[in-house]
């Protein structure tokens, strides 16, 4: 008798050469495998610790400078140069300085495809379940056995299935979508579990905005999390994998997203959401558009729409890193850049610098930020004195123009802009 088995089952069953279940460990070998200059130096040296000499396949590594980009300090930029001595010796993929996000370059440079397992030495890494494939973030020590073997044991994840009913109402983002799931399932909702986001409400969504779903997977404490890939459009052919109709799964949520509002993440916990409607009037300090979750070209977009034309407020500073330089140089041949400059942001090279506060936009203390990113920790963008707030790039560019959070369909009302964000 067949069982049937989750997504997460199936990739994984044909990784390990067998059929597997939901708490069973399982060897599996990896598609590929990827570290920041968050994480490469230390799963360099325990790469070498363990005797390694080369890589066990260097056209399925990848290595990212992306954490602190530029070089902040002379600390940051041994860091660099050790990665870059160690890529001239031992080969691979590597993206130094202004390149891109991680992330957002093993999606672009076609590094990860459907039904790949891929690990990566970064808490994000199951982004790649846009993608439909099994990604999962690993420490550095994890990471430098898969570069020395091609391969990791994992214990095969139980898996909680979201199904989204109706379609998102006009003007509502991926972000608003995610934004809610994490305050209905709290930080730790899914904690070494899988993730399918399924339902009608995903199929028209493009591969950036399942991109940000996937993304935030990582702040229910989930393993991985896979959106359906009904209607998922990618530059290549490749074969879908579904669930079976009997599949087991641990939860079943169901959510009606057809009335969905803004959503908006209040200081300390990207859990704590409230509609955006309840913050409304809060006045900013300082808005960020970039990051993993959303900073690609629509995201850019979407920013453009409301700042067109206008100036942000002169309390406000409004700081933009893309998602890479493809994306930057897309928003440069078609205008936005200089729509977003004019408007008074400020362009920084692509990369994490102010999400994770290691440099290049630390708040002061008692500021308040309002940020695209994907964490609102007490002292998540480098000063525990600061309070983040966590929206789409719609609501940050909003804020930004209005000096305080406005739900920024109000400032469209009466303009000829079309306002789809999806």
């Not at 930057?328 to 850049?337: E, K, S, V």
């Not at 942001?345 to 940020?371: L, M």
């Amino acid at each position: 008798m067949t069982v049937p088995q989750t997504i997460s089952e199936k990739i994984i069953s044909r990784h390990a050469g067998y059929k597997v279940a939901a708490g069973e460990i399982a060897i599996v070998a990896v598609d590929g495998a990827m570290a920041t200059d968050a994480t490469a130096p230390f799963a360099i040296k325990a790469f070498e610790q363990m005797g390694g000499t080369q890589l066990w396949s260097p056209q399925h590594v990848a290595l990212v400078i992306d954490h602190a980009s530029p070089a902040p300090n002379e600390r940051i930029g041994n860091l660099h140069k050790l990665m870059r001595d160690f890529q001239h010796k031992m080969g691979g993929h590597f993206y130094d300085v202004g390149e891109g996000i991680c992330h957002q370059l093993m999606v672009e440079n076609e590094h990860v495809k459907p039904g790949d397992v891929f690990v990566g030495a970064d808490s994000h890494t199951p982004t790649y379940g846009a993608l439909n494939a099994f990604a999962v973030g690993v420490g550095s020590t994890d990471l430098a056995a898969v570069l020395l073997t091609g391969k990791i044991w994992l214990k095969v994840p139980e898996t909680i299935k979201i199904e989204l009913i109706g379609r998102l109402p006009r003007g509502i983002t991926a972000k608003d979508l995610i934004l809610f799931l994490v305050g209905q399932l709290s930080i730790s909702g899914a904690t070494y579990k899988a993730i399918e986001y399924s339902g009608a409400a995903l199929h028209e969504l493009t591969l950036a905005s399942r991109m940000t779903i996937a993304n935030m997977s990582a702040e229910m404490g989930a393993k991985t999390g896979l959106v359906d890939p009904t209607g998922l459009e990618l530059p290549y052919s490749f074969t879908p994998t579904f669930p079976d109709v009997d599949a087991q799964y641990s939860d079943v949520f169901q959510f009606d997203v057809s009335q969905l509002q803004p959503q908006i993440a209040i200081p300390h916990s990207p859990d704590h959401i409230r509609p955006l409607a309840e913050v409304t009037g809060k006045r900013i300090d300082q808005a960020f558009i970039g990051s993993c979750t959303n900073s690609r070209l629509e995201d850019l977009h979407m920013a453009a729409r409301i700042l067109q034309g206008h100036h942000i407020d002169a309390r406000v500073r409004l700081i933009i890193a893309p998602a890479s330089k493809r994306v930057f140089n897309d928003a440069l041949r078609d205008g936005t850049i200089q729509t977003l400059s004019e408007a008074g942001a400020t362009v920084i090279p692509s990369g994490c610098g102010p999400c994770v506060g290691t440099h290049q936009g630390i708040p002061a203390d008692g500021e308040v930020i309002i940020s695209s990113t994907n964490r609102n920790f007490q002292g998540r963008m480098g000063n525990p004195r600061a309070q983040i707030y966590l929206g789409s790039p719609a609501v940050v560019a909003a804020a930004a123009l209005h000096g305080e959070i406005i739900n920024p369909a109000i400032l469209l009302e009466e303009t000829d802009v079309e306002w789809e964000l999806l």
